[in-house]
């Protein structure tokens, strides 16, 4: 039983960090898309 239950954890870890790199790539393209339209990093500082 304790097996199987690792399992399942394993699986929604990679499941998570899926994700998570996918929200990773998304704020790093929308970085992207903000500094080439107004030039800034963060769009507001500086």
Do not use: W
């Amino acid at each position: 039983m304790k097996n199987n239950d690792s399992k399942i954890v394993e699986k929604e870890k990679i499941v998570a960090e899926k994700l998570n790199g996918r929200f990773a790539m998304l704020g790093f393209i929308a970085l992207i898309g903000a500094y080439l339209t107004t030039g800034q990093i963060i769009p507001g500082f500086i």
